[in-house]
């Protein structure tokens, strides 16, 4: 056998001894300490925990479709050549990228309860998640569009379409691949930041985990649980995103009128190609 | 087959004294030209000189400070309002270029759709032509431009000089009146130059109005009904090939031709 393929066998092998040893002696110290391994999977199906990520996964899933909805908009306001729109985007951009998240959700909740708009909690949650989502949606979309040889434009205007078919069927299905990368991005960073909606006591995953943490005293063994229901959350939007990825590249026959997706494929599938060619 | 519609007898292009400014810097300094149909018309000139500006402007892709431009007798870009010119509305622009084709230096095909797929696009989303019929038409073109069997291909499977001829179709489909060609060889390798020009060749035979910027001079000599001259933003001397290459009058005019030929 090849001596450089047993060596690098046998530095897996003391990698391997030298995980199975941290992950006894965790093991060990936390039995020692009292860790309750048996409350893991008593509770692990807890009905407030599923209750709760069912709320996280809500909040989530809306309010990052409105984030790209409002980033979308604020992006094509911005590269407008109207200033007054260039304002507005550039100062709702300035001001939810610069102030954080949790402010914005507790003005939104108990703030604007204040001067006598009120909002139920989850509607307020949905808000600012929504709002500060956009913020950011804004910026990559804005840079995926500006990725676009203006060329691209150019020849759209120059065929007769105006400003918004170009935009519309010409620029944006190319700048959806620059841009769908980080916006799966977003999203995993979403389900972790609608947490913060805690704080004003909406009733999601981090919040009915307070409630099972104050019933049971089981500070560490819960939040064990939670860490694990965020990773599943994660890890699929992860495999969605590859999946989505993949599917989107996929050698296919193109549909008799490829739709909006169909062109985005159309266009994932041409760089493809050019790879092929290479 | 390009039946262009010519709404009257007058002149396809008449510019009269395009003046068109960067910033501070005037790069058309009171341009007049008249295209007659079924014309070619080739403009030379070193880099620089305005040509390319000049093209962009007949179809608005640039804005103008002043003069005018009719194509096909209407008014491009502007309306006349209180005695003055102001821009048109968006819509307006947009139906005027859908008459006028225009052919880029860098191809600009759609990358995300197929060689058959950049030529209906606009005839179906603009012109609102039906799949069918359109698809029919790009067929056509693309026997036309010896394309035949490209149709399902991406841009990018394609060599320079197909790209450049699916480009040239997909204008056509839209049964321009008049085609603006803006340096289509400049890009290509030097064995692609060839096939794009004989299809423009064509096509000037076949009766389309068009206006050629290159630096190809076997093609203004061949092909142009009238070359035209410019430098610094002014045209300086224009007339048939024949006078311009063997017989040019002005002093700039045998200096620029004594570098390139």
Redesign the interface.
């Known amino acids: 056998m090849d001596s450089r393929v047993t060596r690098r066998r046998l530095w897996t092998l003391v990698a391997l001894v030298v995980v199975a040893a941290v992950l006894v002696w965790v093991y060990l110290r936390l039995t020692e300490a009292g860790f309750d391994w048996g409350f893991i999977p008593a509770h692990f199906f807890d009905q407030t925990l599923i209750q709760g990520a069912q709320m996280t996964i809500f909040l989530s899933v809306v309010a990052q479709f409105f984030g790209i909805l409002l980033g979308l908009i604020a992006a094509l306001m911005k590269i407008s050549k109207n200033p007054t729109l260039v304002a507005i985007s550039g100062f709702y951009i300035w001001l939810f990228r610069g102030t954080p998240l949790l402010v914005q959700l507790i003005v939104f909740a108990t703030g604007l309860y204040q001067i006598g708009i009120h909002l139920n909690l989850i509607t307020a949650a949905l808000l600012a998640l929504s709002i500060n989502e956009g913020a950011y949606m804004a910026e990559i979309v804005r840079g995926g569009i500006q990725s676009i040889?203006p060329?691209?434009m150019?020849?759209?205007?120059?065929?007769?379409?105006?400003?918004g078919?170009g935009m519309r069927?010409?620029v944006l299905?190319?700048a959806a691949k620059v841009i769908l990368p980080p916006t799966g991005n977003e999203f995993n960073n979403m389900l972790k930041s609608s947490s913060l909606a805690s704080v004003i006591s909406v009733g999601e995953l981090l919040q009915h985990a307070g409630d099972l943490n104050h019933l049971y005293f089981k500070t560490l063994e819960t939040f064990a649980i939670v860490s694990c229901y965020y990773l599943a959350m994660t890890t699929v939007v992860t495999w969605g995103q590859s999946w989505m990825e993949n599917r989107l590249g996929e050698r296919k026959a193109?549909e008799q009128?490829?739709g909006f997706w169909g062109?985005?494929r159309?266009?994932i599938?041409?760089?493809r190609?050019?790879l092929d060619?290479r | 087959m390009t039946n262009a519609v010519i709404p009257n007898q007058g002149p396809i292009v008449q510019a009269q004294d395009v003046h068109k400014r960067f910033g501070p810097t005037e790069v058309l300094r009171g341009i007049d030209l008249t295209v007659n149909p079924a014309q070619t018309v080739v403009l030379i000139g070193p880099s620089g000189s305005g040509k390319t500006t000049f093209l962009r402007c007949i179809n608005h892709l640039e804005k103008i400070q002043g003069g005018r431009i009719y194509v096909g007798g209407q008014l491009i870009g502007y309306r006349e309002e209180g005695g003055g010119l102001v821009e048109d509305t968006e819509r307006n622009i947009a139906a005027q270029r859908a008459r006028i084709g225009m052919v880029f230096q860098r191809f600009n095909l759609f990358p995300h759709m197929t060689a058959l797929e950049n030529i209906i696009e606009a005839p179906v989303h603009v012109k609102k032509t039906p799949k069918a019929e359109a698809t029919a038409r790009a067929k056509e073109l693309l026997r036309k431009v010896g394309l035949s069997d490209k149709a399902d291909r991406y841009p990018n499977q394609l060599s320079g000089g197909q790209q450049q001829r699916i480009a040239i179709a997909r204008a056509l489909a839209m049964d321009p009146m008049l085609m603006l060609f803006d340096e289509a060889t400049s890009a290509l390798d030097p064995e692609l130059v060839g096939e794009v020009l004989k299809v423009m060749e064509q096509l000037a035979h076949e009766g389309m109005s068009m206006v050629v910027v290159t630096h190809e001079m076997g093609f203004a000599r061949e092909v142009a009904d009238r070359v035209i001259f410019m430098d610094e933003g002014k045209l300086v001397e224009e007339g048939p090939p024949a006078q311009i290459f063997d017989n040019p009058q002005q002093e700039r005019t045998q200096a620029f031709l004594s570098r390139i030929l």
């Open positions: 040889d060329g691209q150019e020849a759209a205007k120059s065929l007769g379409m105006t400003y078919q069927r010409v299905p190319q193109l009128q490829p062109r985005v159309g266009n599938l041409s760089t190609s050019a060619h």
